[in-house]
């Protein structure tokens, strides 16, 4: 497996590799159910068991663009129903390493949120952000205003 990228938070020195102490127990996970990495998802099982720690997945979405066509809005049951799918396509994508990590206490997250917004309010909580190389944007965005570490994967 490549080695991730552990960028270092302004103010608070290069990253060591282990979590540290003063954060809360727990990885945030930025996942792209439609197109994962899989290199990521293990980096941030592994770390998560490593460290005994909550596995956060968090997978952001954006409402279909045939939405925004809609002369009176979204009805609930439409957009319920494209979540309802986004949560699913998340337990599928998380599905075989909750099996190879059984011991990883996994909170899966669905969001209706640009991904980089996502995960930089979610790195105000966590210990570490764990996303694949491929994430140029939202990569860009955490590493620029992160409130953790982050580790850039390579795919």
């Given amino acids: 497996m490549a080695r991730p990228y552990l960028t ?37 099982f592994g770390t998560a068991l490593l460290k005994d ?5 968090v997978h952001a979405w954006r409402l279909p663009t045939c939405a ?6 979204i009805p609930e049951e439409d957009r319920g129903a494209w979540e309802n799918h986004e949560v699913q396509l998340l337990a599928d994508t998380l599905r075989p390493w909750r ?5 990883v206490r996994v909170l899966e997250d669905v ?8 995960l930089i ?9 764990v996303i ?3 994430a140029g944007s939202v990569a860009r965005a955490l590493l620029r205003d992160s409130s953790c570490p ?3 994967v390579p795919w």
């Fill in 150 to 152: 982050v580790a850039v």
């Fill in 8 to 44: 270092p938070v302004p103010g608070r020195g290069a990253p060591t590799g282990g979590l540290p102490s003063h954060r809360h127990d727990q990885v945030a996970l930025g996942v792209d159910a439609r197109d994962p990495a899989d290199a990521a998802i293990g980096f941030a």
């Fill in 132 to 134: 694949g190389q491929r």
């Fill in 99 to 103: 099996a190879r990590y059984p011991e």
């Fill in 121 to 129: 309010r979610r790195s105000a909580s966590a210990a570490l952000v």
């Fill in 68 to 73: 925004a066509e809609l002369p009176f809005g």
């Fill in 53 to 57: 720690v909550r596995l956060h997945a």
């Fill in 111 to 118: 969001v209706l949120f640009a991904p980089e917004h996502a």
